[in-house]
């Protein structure tokens, strides 16, 4: 190799890294600018975006067609259309009068209440509609009347009466949620929500155990649960 | 414009899938209901038989237990047992006290017969509206005359659907 040569292939590697050198910076510069246009720009949707109230239609109408049932209702913080902390208020009814094949009744009628928080899972937060996933914690205290017809013992033939008044039971349970809501008009909203609950902790009384409870429905039926909502934006 | 406009549709068309998804799921789940009452739903009383030592005792002769009804007429609650060290027996469902009649008949068709009282209280047992209604009972006092038998006594007083542990042991004189 020639000194020229050296000196010539010396050169031309200075200029790539200069010029490499100098791509880079630029870069980086209009990177740093871009990070802080971004970091500039505030948010223009607010924190606190409204309440909606709403009233669950299934179990109004649960307990029109069949003996058990709740009318409820909730109140929903609207938190810039992702968070959604929630209320839900509603009083429970069950009067299932002497059944066709065991002849049992049982009446309750209690108020219940949960608390919890949807979320907003759609990418585009704030739309008008909305698909919900979230949690709920229930609690609820009921009395239960629970009787029977007299019927006779089959073997020795007495009469036998079955009966409890006032039998005071309570449960703890949670929720998890997922729900849809769309926007019909104006500021009313349909929506649906599918629940799956599970028990955490309950006080059955001396007779054994429940069957509808406020709120949560009939126990050991199935793990699963509805709603149909009206809801208004307020 | 146009494409804007096709998402929309899509937006729409996919809410009322959901939509409608969800509300047969719902429907469903309110429609289909099971029942779950206990597969062992009768109450029986469990005697074990035991010697004077607390060993295991088998019954030689053969024993008949017999009550009376409400309309005075007697009514079989053991058949025939032999050979045995336990049996179960039914139990009232509200009555403060069971009267059991025990015959003891042998060999030589020679019947030795013993009265065994039992005291209980009688508690409702609810499992749903579906089920069937059902007592457990917790059991009090027991006591007997003593032809055939030389003592009885309560092991275990709560009385439920499970019989396979002995509520009573029962003491049988030895005619060697």
């Known amino acids: ?63 029109q067609l069949s003996d058990y049932g709740q009318y409820e209702g909730a109140l929903r913080l609207n938190l810039h259309d992702q968070w959604f902390p929630i209320v839900e208020v509603g009083y429970g009814v069950a009067d299932h009068t002497n059944d066709e094949v065991t002849g049992l009744s049982y009446k309750t009628k209690a108020p219940y209440f949960r608390v919890g928080m949807d979320f907003n899972l759609l990418k585009k937060k704030h739309g008008p509609n909305r698909l919900y996933g979230g949690f709920r914690y229930a609690y609820t205290n009921y009395k239960v009347d629970l009787w029977r017809t007299n019927y006779p013992d089959p073997t020795w033939q007495w009469d036998t009466g079955f009966g409890v008044v006032g039998e005071q039971y309570s449960q703890h349970w949670l929720e998890g949620v997922l729900g849809i809501d769309a926007m019909i008009v104006g500021p009313l909203h349909l929506g649906w929500s599918v629940r799956y609950k599970r028990r955490i902790a309950h006080s059955d009384g001396v007779v054994g155990k429940t069957w509808y409870v406020p709120g949560f429905g009939i126990w050991g039926d199935t793990r699963l649960g509805g709603t149909f909502n009206v809801i208004i934006d307020i | 414009m146009n494409n804007s406009k096709g998402c929309a549709v899509v937006r729409k068309w996919w809410l009322t899938s959901l939509s409608a998804i969800i509300a047969c799921l719902s429907f469903g789940v309110s429609a289909c209901s099971s029942i779950d009452c206990p597969v062992q739903n009768t109450v029986y009383t469990g005697y074990a038989l035991y010697t004077q030592d607390e060993r295991v005792d088998t ?17 079989l609650l053991f058949n025939a047992g032999i050979g045995l060290t336990t049996f179960q027996l039914q139990i009232s469902y509200s009555h403060p006290e069971d009267t059991l009649r025990f015959y003891f008949i042998n060999g030589d068709n020679y019947a030795v017969v013993d009265t065994v009282w039992v005291k209980k209280e009688d508690i409702p047992h609810f499992e749903s509206v579906d089920c069937s209604a059902s007592f457990f009972h917790r059991l009090t006092a ?20 499970d019989a396979s542990t002995s509520h009573f042991h029962l003491y049988l004189k030895r005619h060697d």
């Open chain 2, 142 to 161: 027991v006591r007997s005359t003593h032809n055939a038998i030389d003592s009885i006594a309560i092991t275990k007083n709560f009385v439920d659907y």
């Open chain 2, 59 to 75: 019954l030689r002769d053969t024993m008949y237990v017999f009550t009376r009804r409400a309309d005075g007429t007697d009514t």
């Open chain 1, 1 to 63: 190799m020639t000194l020229r040569h050296l000196i010539s292939t010396c050169i031309s590697s200075v200029t790539i890294s200069l010029l490499l050198l100098l791509t880079a910076s630029s870069t980086t510069q209009a990177q740093g600018l871009k990070l802080k246009m971004f970091s500039l720009v505030p948010d223009s949707i607010p924190m606190m975006r409204g309440f909606q109230v709403s009233f669950d239609l299934f179990g109004f109408c649960q307990r």
